[in-house]
C-alpha cells in the first residue's frame, strides 16, 4: 500500500511539473505569437520636402493572405490613412510592405505616428513608427485632475486650447492615483469600470487624435494599493503590458513615458527595464524619462540605453521649498541643464526635450499659489530657445497651472502670457540661431560623484563661455555598449562618441580637470591623435594613465607661481600680435617648458604660458590660467586662442559680441547666405553689447536686421563696419540677422 502510495505520489509531482512547465512556456508567448509585425520608418528627423519611408514586415505561422491598415498622426490634424503596398519577398512566410510619406513645404512640425494593423484570421498584430519635423512644444497632462461631471467637455478645451498655443505633443500623466486607476485595469486593484466616463485614457487618447497631438502615456506601477517597492517594477511592467492591449491601436499613441524621476545614476537600472518592457511589445514604441540634474553622469549613462528615445532634463529653476533645502538655480541653467543631455543623446541618435516649470514654491510663488509668474516662464523658454541640440520644450505643466487655474485663479490667465510670448520667442530662436552646433564642446569625464566637480568646475567654465559670447555645447562621458552596466567601472573609450566628436568637427575643452581615467585618457589621445583639436585650461591640466602629458601637452610643467601678464610671442589672431601685453589680476598658475610645442605667449618671467602641440594629426592648445580667470583677464587673448583652435577644425564663428555677461545666453548659426545671432539679457536692467560680423567679404554690401523689432539696423560693404552698438532690454532678447544683398546693376 506504502508502495502504491508512493508511486502515485511521484505520478502526481511528475504531472505538476509538466503542467507548470507548460504554464511557463506559454507565458513567454503573446496573444499574436502567429502572427508578428514590424515597421521601419526612415529617416527618424525628416525635413520638408524629403520622403519618410516606411517599411512593414509581417511574419506568419502559416502562408496565407493579410489584410493591412495604415494610420499615420499628423500633427494639428489628426490621423490619415497611408497606403502601404506588397513588395516582393523571397521568404513564402514573410509578407513585406512599402509606403511613402512626401513633406511638402506646409507640413506642421511635431512628431509624426505610424499605426500599422495586420489581421490573418482570427489573429491580429499591431506595430508603431514615428518620425520627427521642427521642434515638439509638450505639457503634461495630469488626466485625474480633469472634471469629474463632464471630464469630456473639460479635455476638449482643454486641448483646444494647447493646440492654440502651439501644442503639439502631451505626455498623459496620473494615469494611476491612489483612488483609481483611470482606465478597466485587471492589475490595479481599484479599477475604472469599462465603458464609463472614468476611462478617462481612452478618452483622451480619442481627442488627441481628433486635435492632433501626439500622445504619450506615463507609467507608474499600481498605486491604488500599498505594495513593497520590490515589487513596483513588475507591476509597472503589467501595467505597460496591459495599456497596449488596450490602447496600442490608438493613433495618437507613440509610446511610453517612465513615471519615476530620479537624480543620479541609481535610476539607470530602472529606466533599462522600463524601456525594454515596452519595446518587449513593439520596438516602434518610443519611450521617454524626465531626470534631475543632480548627477551630471547620468545624462552619458541614460543615451547608452539603447532603448530609450526621449530624455526630458529638468532644470529645477523653480522647485525650492526652501533656499536651504533645494537650489533654486539661475533662469540660464535652463540652456547647460538641457545641453549636458543633448551632448549625449545626439550621439545616440535620441531626442532631447527642455524642461520648463510653470509652478512655483513659496519664495517663487505667484499670487501667493503654487504658480510660475509669467517673467519666470518667459525667461527660462528663452534659455531653453538658445540651446543647440534639444528638439522642443516640455511644460510641467501646462494643464494643470494655466488652463487649470485660470478656471477659478486670475494670475494664471497673465502667467499664459508668459508661455505665448516664450513659445513665440522660443519658435523664432530655435529656427535661426540655435540650429546648429558652435563646434566647441566642454568636455566633462568619466568621475562616479560629480556633485562637487559640476559647481567648482563646469559652473563657472560655462559662465566664462558667457562672458566672452560664446555658446559652447556640453559632451558628457558616454560609457561604451556593453561597459554601460552600473556598478562596474568603464574601461575603454566610446568608439561611437569618438567618431562622433571628430565628424562634427569639435574643438574639446577641458577645464580644470585633474585626471582622468583609463576611458577618457584613451579616448582623448585618439581623438588628437586621428585629427582632433583640443584645448586645456589649468589650473589643473589633466594627467591620464593611457597618455604621456609631456608628449600630449608638448611640454613639461614648472610649479606654480604668481604672475602679473602675459606676452604674444609670435602673431596668431586678429588681436594676438607679436608682443602685446595682456595685465593679468595676479594669479597663481604653472608655467610650462617646451619640448615639441611651440610659445605662443609667456608670462612676464619669460615661461611659457601657452602652448601649441601638433599631436599626430591633430592640435593640443595648453593654457594654465583657469577659463574663468583667462575670460576675465584677457578675453581677446582667450578669443583669438578658441579662433585658432576652431581654424584647425575648418571652422569660423560668424560673430564676435563685446561686453557680454554671465547672465547672457547666446546662439549663432548660418543658414545659407544668411546667419543669425541671438542674445538673452537675464538681467534685470537693460545692457548694451557691441556685435562684430566675423568673416564677411570686404567688398560685399550686406544689411543688418533686428528680427525682432523688423528694424533695419545697418546696411552697407562689409569692409566699412567696425562694431554695431545693441541695446538689449531687461529680461529679453535680441535676434540679429545679416544678409548678403545682391548687387544692382
Same mark, same amino acid.
Given at each position: 500500500m506504502k508502495k502504491l502510495f508512493k508511486l502515485a505520489f511521484l505520478f502526481f509531482i511528475a504531472a505538476c511539473l509538466l503542467i507548470s512547465c507548460g504554464k511557463d512556456e506559454s507565458s513567454r508567448e503573446s496573444p499574436s505569437s502567429g502572427l508578428v509585425l514590424e515597421t521601419a520608418v526612415s529617416p527618424f528627423r525628416t525635413t520638408r520636402g524629403e520622403t519618410v519611408v516606411v517599411e512593414s514586415t509581417v511574419r506568419m505561422a502559416k502562408a496565407g493572405q493579410v489584410k493591412?491598415?495604415?494610420?499615420?498622426?499628423?500633427?494639428?490634424?489628426?490621423? =490619415?490613412?497611408?497606403?502601404?503596398?506588397?513588395?516582393?519577398?523571397? #521568404?513564402?512566410? =514573410?509578407?513585406?510592405?512599402?509606403?511613402?510619406?512626401?513633406?511638402?513645404?506646409?507640413?506642421?512640425?511635431?512628431?509624426?505616428?505610424?499605426?500599422?494593423?495586420?489581421?490573418q484570421g482570427s489573429q491580429q498584430a499591431i506595430s508603431k513608427g514615428s518620425f520627427l519635423l521642427g521642434n515638439l512644444i509638450g505639457d503634461f497632462t495630469i488626466l485625474s485632475s480633469f472634471a469629474t461631471d463632464d471630464p469630456e467637455k473639460d479635455m476638449r478645451a482643454y486641448f483646444e486650447e494647447f493646440k492654440k498655443s502651439g501644442g503639439n505633443l502631451v505626455i498623459l500623466h496620473s494615469l494611476i492615483t491612489a483612488d483609481r486607476a483611470y482606465y478597466p485595469s485587471a492589475v490595479c486593484l481599484k479599477p475604472a469600470a469599462a465603458g464609463s466616463p472614468e476611462d478617462r485614457i481612452g478618452l483622451a487618447l480619442k481627442l488627441a487624435a481628433e486635435y492632433g497631438l501626439t500622445a504619450l502615456l506615463s507609467v507608474s506601477w499600481d498605486m491604488t494599493r500599498e505594495m513593497p517597492? $520590490?515589487?513596483?517594477?513588475?507591476?509597472?511592467?503589467?501595467?505597460? #503590458?496591459?495599456? *497596449? #492591449?488596450f490602447y496600442g491601436d490608438e493613433p495618437a499613441l507613440a509610446g511610453f513615458y517612465n513615471y519615476q524621476e530620479g537624480s543620479g545614476t541609481y535610476l539607470v537600472w530602472q529606466m533599462r527595464?522600463?524601456?525594454?518592457?515596452?519595446?518587449?511589445?513593439? +520596438?516602434?514604441?518610443?519611450?521617454?524619462?524626465?531626470?534631475?540634474?543632480?548627477?551630471? @553622469?547620468?545624462?552619458?549613462?541614460?543615451?547608452?540605453?539603447d532603448d530609450l528615445d526621449i530624455v526630458i532634463y529638468q532644470g529645477a529653476v523653480m522647485a525650492s521649498y526652501r533656499k536651504d533645502n533645494r537650489r533654486c538655480f539661475p533662469y540660464r541653467r535652463v540652456k547647460d541643464f538641457a545641453s549636458l543631455s543633448a551632448g549625449a543623446t545626439r550621439?545616440?541618435?535620441?531626442?532631447?526635450? $527642455?524642461?520648463? !516649470? @510653470?509652478?512655483?514654491? @513659496? !519664495?517663487?510663488?505667484?499670487?501667493?499659489?503654487?504658480?510660475?509668474?509669467?517673467?519666470?516662464?518667459?525667461?527660462?523658454?528663452?534659455?531653453?530657445?538658445?540651446? $543647440?541640440?534639444? !528638439?522642443?520644450?516640455?511644460?510641467? /505643466?501646462?494643464?494643470?497651472?494655466?488652463?487649470?487655474?485660470?478656471?477659478?485663479?486670475?494670475?494664471?490667465?497673465?502667467?499664459?502670457?508668459?508661455?505665448?510670448?516664450?513659445?513665440?520667442?522660443?519658435k523664432s530662436i530655435a529656427s535661426t540661431a540655435a540650429r546648429d552646433s558652435s563646434h566647441l564642446g566642454l568636455y566633462i569625464p568619466y568621475n562616479d560623484w560629480w556633485a562637487d566637480r559640476w559647481t567648482a568646475t563646469v559652473v563657472p567654465a560655462l559662465d566664462a563661455f558667457r562672458s566672452l559670447g560664446l555658446s559652447p555645447d556640453i559632451l558628457p562621458f558616454i560609457p561604451r555598449r556593453g561597459e554601460e552596466i552600473l556598478p562596474y567601472y568603464p574601461y575603454h573609450p566610446d568608439e561611437e562618441q569618438l567618431e562622433y566628436l571628430l565628424k562634427n +568637427?569639435?574643438?574639446?575643452?577641458?577645464?580644470d580637470i585633474a585626471?582622468?581615467?583609463?576611458?577618457?585618457?584613451?579616448?582623448?589621445?585618439?581623438?588628437?591623435?586621428?585629427?582632433?583639436?583640443?584645448?586645456?585650461?589649468?589650473?589643473?591640466?589633466?594627467?591620464?594613465?593611457?597618455?604621456?602629458?609631456?608628449?600630449?601637452?608638448?611640454?613639461?610643467? !614648472?610649479?606654480?607661481?604668481?604672475?602679473? *601678464?602675459?606676452?604674444?610671442?609670435?602673431? *596668431?589672431?586678429? +588681436?594676438?600680435?607679436?608682443? +602685446?601685453?595682456?595685465?593679468?589680476?595676479?594669479?597663481?598658475?604653472?608655467? *610650462?617648458?617646451?619640448?615639441?610645442a611651440s610659445a605662443?605667449?609667456?608670462?612676464?618671467?619669460?615661461?611659457?604660458?601657452i602652448l601649441a602641440n601638433h599631436f599626430g594629426q591633430g592640435w593640443c592648445f595648453t593654457f594654465p590660467l583657469s577659463l574663468k580667470e583667462a575670460a576675465r583677464d584677457c578675453p581677446e587673448l582667450v578669443l583669438d586662442l578658441i579662433d585658432l583652435a576652431l581654424d584647425k577644425c575648418g571652422v569660423k564663428r560668424g560673430f564676435d559680441v563685446i561686453g557680454s555677461g554671465e547672465e547672457f545666453d547666446l546662439a549663432e548659426s548660418a543658414d545659407g547666405d544668411s546667419r543669425y545671432l541671438a542674445v538673452v539679457n537675464h538681467s534685470d536692467s537693460p545692457?548694451?553689447?557691441?556685435?562684430?560680423? @566675423?568673416?564677411?567679404?570686404?567688398?560685399?554690401?550686406? =544689411?543688418?536686421?533686428?528680427?525682432?523689432?523688423?528694424? /533695419?539696423?545697418w546696411v552697407g560693404k562689409a569692409g566699412n563696419l567696425r562694431s554695431l552698438a545693441v541695446n538689449l532690454p531687461a529680461c529679453d532678447y535680441v535676434l540679429l540677422s545679416v544678409r548678403r544683398k545682391p548687387a544692382v546693376y
Open positions: 493591412t491598415e495604415a494610420r499615420l498622426l499628423i500633427p494639428g490634424k489628426g490621423p =490619415e490613412s497611408l497606403l502601404l503596398r506588397e513588395v516582393e519577398s523571397a #521568404n513564402p512566410a =514573410e509578407k513585406k510592405f512599402r509606403g511613402e510619406i512626401k513633406m511638402d513645404s506646409n507640413a506642421p512640425e511635431g512628431l509624426y505616428t505610424l499605426t500599422v494593423t495586420v489581421v517597492y $520590490s515589487e513596483c517594477l513588475d507591476s509597472t511592467k503589467k501595467i505597460i #503590458n496591459e495599456l *497596449w #492591449n527595464e522600463f524601456c525594454a518592457a515596452a519595446k518587449s511589445h513593439d +520596438r516602434g514604441l518610443l519611450t521617454a524619462c524626465a531626470p534631475y540634474i543632480d548627477d551630471p @553622469l547620468l545624462a552619458g549613462y541614460l543615451a547608452a540605453i550621439v545616440r541618435n535620441k531626442i532631447t526635450l $527642455s524642461h520648463v !516649470e @510653470l509652478f512655483g514654491y @513659496l !519664495e517663487k510663488q505667484y499670487a501667493g499659489t503654487y504658480l510660475a509668474s509669467p517673467e519666470d516662464i518667459y525667461r527660462q523658454m528663452l534659455s531653453a530657445a538658445s540651446t $543647440s541640440g534639444p !528638439e522642443g520644450i516640455v511644460f510641467f /505643466t501646462y494643464h494643470y497651472n494655466i488652463y487649470d487655474y485660470a478656471k477659478t485663479i486670475p494670475a494664471a490667465r497673465e502667467s499664459r502670457t508668459g508661455v505665448e510670448k516664450g513659445t513665440a520667442a522660443f +568637427r569639435y574643438v574639446l575643452v577641458l577645464s585626471g582622468m581615467q583609463d576611458p577618457d585618457s584613451q579616448m582623448l589621445k585618439e581623438f588628437i591623435e586621428k585629427g582632433g583639436v583640443a584645448l586645456l585650461f589649468g589650473p589643473a591640466i589633466p594627467y591620464g594613465d593611457k597618455f604621456e602629458r609631456e608628449e600630449l601637452c608638448g611640454g613639461q610643467e !614648472e610649479p606654480a607661481k604668481l604672475h602679473y *601678464w602675459i606676452k604674444i610671442e609670435k602673431p *596668431w589672431g586678429m +588681436r594676438a600680435q607679436k608682443d +602685446r601685453i595682456f595685465d593679468l589680476k595676479t594669479v597663481r598658475a604653472s608655467s *610650462w617648458q617646451p619640448v615639441t605662443l605667449a609667456s608670462f612676464e618671467d619669460g615661461r611659457t604660458a545692457r548694451q553689447v557691441s556685435v562684430i560680423p @566675423l568673416n564677411l567679404e570686404p567688398q560685399e554690401t550686406y =544689411e543688418i536686421k533686428n528680427e525682432v523689432s523688423g528694424g /533695419t539696423l
